[in-house]
């Protein structure tokens, strides 16, 4: 029996004792008529009628309030609560879709042992999440045969769970140049050049995202003292958190002068999800998050994304197709059009001298 592939979805129920389902497609259609200004536009891009699109719409103005104010000759846009809603199933999603990813690759996985004959097809990949590897597992489960467990977690846990053979590849990433002088012992005590072999994934920039619309003058990451200033940052141990410590340290910036230095989210996206919101005024993160959302981006720090593979399964027949990929001309163009990316050595072996310089 085939087991293919599962996943979670966040589901809205509405009412009290009779509660209806808030169709997914009713946030699709909230979202691009955000973007396009149209409900025509918002329905040609969701694919669906016009009729239908409006009837959705109308049906849930009706049980919840106006959600999208139109203007004859001046297209759509959305209203107060509208954009409340909306905002507010990104956060979800945001929040909880890596842990419900987590989730299904384990209730796969386990699926799999008990009904399938297979036990040794499965590759168990622990990473950061980001979209370069979100990209290779997307086109791992097009164009290869065998079978991808993927669960995100921050560089330095992918590491120690490597270590502890808890998985069979673990993806990290790190600053390139001073600020990684810091973090060079905690990678190097998980990682070694004659048990281990690195195979780059991509070049990525980090740096501020704020609102368009913001009202604080941010130019730099001194900005962060302004203690009006609401900050989000990452969860202990991942790259970025890593990485903004070393930041904020070469700063002279102290953890106790940053509004919301305790307050964590688990990926770039939530971050992103958050500050477009209006729940936070400012985060650390990708740059392709804040194209994402539509914020304001200021490029601090580049850094190197690797997968750490052991040697023992270098001559792995999926290792050898994972590199190809990382190499092809689909992983590149997906990356390399988005902003801050850069893929010149993408699926390269790299040495440890070049990496943790």
């Known amino acids: 029996m085939h087991i293919m592939n599962i996943k979670y979805h966040i589901n809205w129920l509405f009412g009290d004792d009779d509660q209806q389902p808030i169709e997914p497609i009713l946030f699709e259609l909230l979202a691009l008529i955000q973007q396009k200004g149209s409900l025509k536009s918002a329905a040609e891009h969701a694919q669906v009628s016009?009729?239908?699109?409006?009837?959705?719409?109308?049906?849930?103005?009706?049980?919840?309030?106006?959600?999208?104010?139109?203007?004859?000759?001046?297209?759509?846009?959305?209203?107060?609560?509208?954009?409340?809603?909306?905002?507010?199933?990104?956060?979800?999603?945001?929040?909880?879709?890596?842990g419900l990813d987590n989730f299904a690759t384990e209730c796969k996985r386990d699926l799999s042992a008990l009904l399938t004959e297979n036990h040794d097809l499965s590759l168990n990949i622990f990473a950061s999440h980001g979209l370069a590897v979100s990209t290779l597992r997307q086109l791992i489960n097009q164009q290869l045969d065998f079978k991808l467990d993927l669960h995100f977690h921050g560089s330095l846990e992918s590491l120690r769970a490597l270590q502890n053979k808890h998985c069979d590849i673990a993806g990290f990433h790190i600053p390139i140049g001073p600020l990684s002088t810091a973090l060079l012992p905690q990678y190097l005590a998980l990682l070694n050049p004659k048990t281990h072999t690195l195979i780059y994934v991509v070049k990525r920039n980090q740096g501020l995202m704020y609102r368009a619309d913001s009202e604080h003058d941010i130019s730099s990451v001194q900005a962060l003292k302004n203690n009006q200033l609401r900050f989000i940052n990452r969860q202990s141990d991942s790259g970025t958190r890593l990485l903004f410590d070393q930041l904020i340290a070469s700063e002279n910036i102290k953890p106790t002068q940053i509004n919301g230095y305790d307050h964590e989210e688990f990926t770039h996206l939530a971050v992103a999800a958050l500050v477009a919101s209006g729940a936070v005024d400012i985060g650390f993160g990708i740059a392709p998050m804040a194209e994402k959302f539509k914020l304001n981006f200021i490029p601090l720090v580049w850094e190197h994304y690797c997968l750490a593979i052991p040697n023992a399964i270098m001559t792995d027949k999926r290792v050898s197709q994972i590199t190809t990929l990382l190499q092809s001309e689909s992983f590149k163009n997906t990356l390399e059009s988005t902003r801050g990316y850069q893929t010149t050595l993408s699926g390269k072996t790299v040495s440890f001298d070049r990496i943790f310089a």
Do not use: C, M
Request: aromatic content about 10%.
């Open 50 to 98: 016009y009729r239908y699109a409006w009837g959705l719409l109308n049906k849930w103005q009706q049980q919840l309030d106006t959600l999208v104010i139109l203007e004859p000759g001046r297209g759509a846009h959305l209203s107060p609560v509208g954009e409340k809603l909306l905002n507010a199933n990104t956060q979800l999603n945001a929040k909880f879709s890596p």
